[in-house]
């Protein structure tokens, strides 16, 4: 069974920084393709990124890019969201998500979800 666990989120001021994880198995981080997407209040969802099961090559989309960096630790089996200079529009529940197709997890389409962590931006 598939299984994501977030965690990390929390109440952070403008221009703060956070490092999100996602605890997974050896075979899920081998298998798919992992990466994370959010959703705040009243807006749909927005994939944010992704890591490449194949190669290691990071995806971030262009919205977050400069702010958001992805990397993965093979060894701890999890893969982590740093978020940078955060802004209130950063607020919203972020999820991991895996798929077999980096371009479903980049449309925040994919087909697994974590219960997602909450990332709440304010002074």
């Known amino acids: 069974q598939l299984t994501l666990v977030e965690s990390g989120g929390n109440l952070v001021q403008p221009g703060g920084s956070l490092r999100l994880s996602c605890a997974t198995s050896a075979f899920t981080l081998k298998t798919y393709h992992i990466g994370w997407a959010r959703q705040a209040p009243g807006k749909d969802r927005e994939g944010l990124g992704c890591i490449d099961s194949d190669d290691g090559r990071e995806y971030v989309v262009d919205s977050v890019k400069g702010r958001f960096t992805i990397s993965r630790d093979v060894a701890n089996n999890t893969i982590y969201l740093q978020l940078t200079n955060l802004k209130p529009e950063d607020t919203a529940t972020y999820y991991c998500?895996?798929?077999?197709?980096?371009?479903?997890?980049?449309?925040?389409?994919?087909?697994?979800w974590g219960r997602g962590t909450q990332v709440t931006v304010s002074s």
């Open positions: 998500l895996a798929d077999v197709y980096v371009s479903k997890i980049l449309i925040a389409r994919a087909d697994c």
